[in-house]
């Protein structure tokens, strides 16, 4: 009995001391498994949706990432083709997309002042006019004989059909000393800019790209280049349009919105690189169709991530719209122009 008792005795001792060793070896592995990287959940894949306006040119970024690259680690981008900037904001406001490129930023602020709450946008990157370069021009045509602004005296010049392109095109012509004849400075065709200058009926044309190379392929005249930035605000870069992105979205997926960054910032790196790769997207019907003559000749918008500088030039920029009268009231740009990382 005593043999059998001290047996039954050691075995359950043996027993105990294997369960104790197995839970104490399943807790620091657990622990362990825990604490390394490599062992936790993925962060799930968010899809942003992004509004764009395939033809325009005021933000060629989305059709850069269609091209090359719309899918990351924790985001992928889901491009909606819209066909006017209302069309966009409407769609933006209705959640129905996440974020939205190259936006005219009168029409941005506008949406600010009209929104029934708090303005839940920011600005991802900005198209900035810069002095002497870009993709913001006016050229006249070569039947006008004009080759520098104060030739424009008299003549008929057409702004792109936008409330902030026509208002700028008679500041410009101001500060160079032209007198403004209001009936004189008119508005374009967005279906076809230079329509007017094949006519005669305008002597030149204020706008973005392609309007400008579409210009110079039939022979037009680049008289300024950067004209909002050189007469207007001192040589700094000048924000024209902003790409925003909603801030529930930011709220909610902080590491998709990184990483769409990070996308952003591939697709500048490869319109700095390959400039010419991406001017010839918009020789593709999706895009536009452009001629190869006209292709070539395209200035790519200069994008800039929300900055100080240029965040100082959109709180002046807010305060001559409503000096003018193009805003009914101020809004805070600040707001808007916010660093994101």
């Given at each position: 009995m005593t043999n059998s008792f001290q047996l039954r005795l050691f075995v359950g001792w043996i027993c105990a001391a294997l369960l104790t060793f197995a839970l104490v070896c399943g807790c620091s592995n657990e622990e362990s498994r825990q604490g390394d990287p490599s062992t936790k959940p993925a962060v799930p894949m968010a899809t942003l949706r992004l509004a764009y306006r395939p033809r325009a040119l005021t933000d060629v970024t989305p059709v850069v990432l269609a091209e090359t690259t719309s899918i990351g680690k924790t985001v992928r981008i889901q491009l909606i083709p819209v066909a006017t900037a209302q069309e966009g904001f409407a769609r933006l406001n209705a959640g129905e997309a996440d974020a939205l490129a190259g936006m005219p930023l009168e029409a941005t602020f506008a949406q600010m002042t009209s929104a029934s709450g708090a303005f839940k946008y920011r600005a991802y990157a900005a198209s900035v006019d810069t002095k002497g370069a870009g993709w913001v021009a006016i050229v006249a045509s070569k039947e006008s004989g004009a080759t520098k602004i104060t030739d424009l005296a008299d003549k008929t010049v057409a702004s792109l059909p936008t409330?902030?392109?026509?208002?700028?095109?008679?500041?410009?012509?101001?500060?160079?000393?032209?007198?403004?004849?209001?009936?004189?400075?008119?508005?374009?065709?967005?279906?076809?800019?230079?329509?007017?200058?094949?006519?005669?009926?305008?002597?030149?044309?204020?706008?973005?790209?392609?309007?400008?190379?579409?210009?110079?392929?039939?022979?037009?005249?680049?008289?300024?280049?950067?004209?909002?930035?050189?007469?207007?605000?001192?040589?700094?870069?000048?924000?024209?349009?902003?790409?925003?992105?909603?801030?529930?979205?930011?709220?909610?997926?902080?590491?998709?919105?990184?990483?769409?960054?990070?996308?952003?910032?591939?697709?500048?790196?490869?319109?700095?690189?390959?400039?010419?790769?991406?001017?010839?997207?918009?020789?593709?019907?999706?895009?536009?169709?452009?001629?190869?003559?006209?292709?070539?000749?395209?200035?790519?918008?200069?994008?800039?991530?929300?900055?100080?500088?240029?965040?100082?030039?959109?709180?002046?920029?807010?305060?001559?719209?409503?000096?003018?009268?193009?805003?009914?009231?101020?809004?805070?740009?600040?707001?808007?122009?916010?660093?994101?990382?």
């Open positions: 409330d902030q392109a026509n208002w700028l095109l008679r500041r410009i012509l101001k500060k160079s000393g032209v007198a403004v004849d209001p009936m004189k400075v008119v508005r374009y065709s967005p279906v076809n800019p230079i329509a007017g200058l094949r006519s005669g009926e305008h002597a030149a044309i204020f706008g973005p790209e392609p309007g400008n190379a579409m210009a110079i392929a039939e022979g037009g005249v680049v008289i300024a280049r950067g004209p909002i930035s050189e007469l207007l605000y001192g040589g700094r870069p000048v924000p024209i349009t902003a790409s925003l992105v909603s801030e529930e979205f930011v709220k909610q997926h902080p590491e998709a919105f990184r990483e769409f960054l990070d996308l952003i910032d591939g697709a500048l790196e490869v319109v700095n690189k390959n400039p010419e790769q991406v001017r010839g997207y918009f020789g593709r019907e999706k895009y536009g169709g452009l001629s190869g003559e006209v292709v070539k000749r395209i200035e790519l918008p200069n994008m800039l991530r929300p900055t100080p500088e240029v965040a100082a030039v959109a709180r002046e920029f807010v305060a001559d719209l409503v000096a003018d009268g193009l805003l009914k009231q101020a809004v805070d740009s600040d707001r808007l122009f916010l660093a994101d990382k």
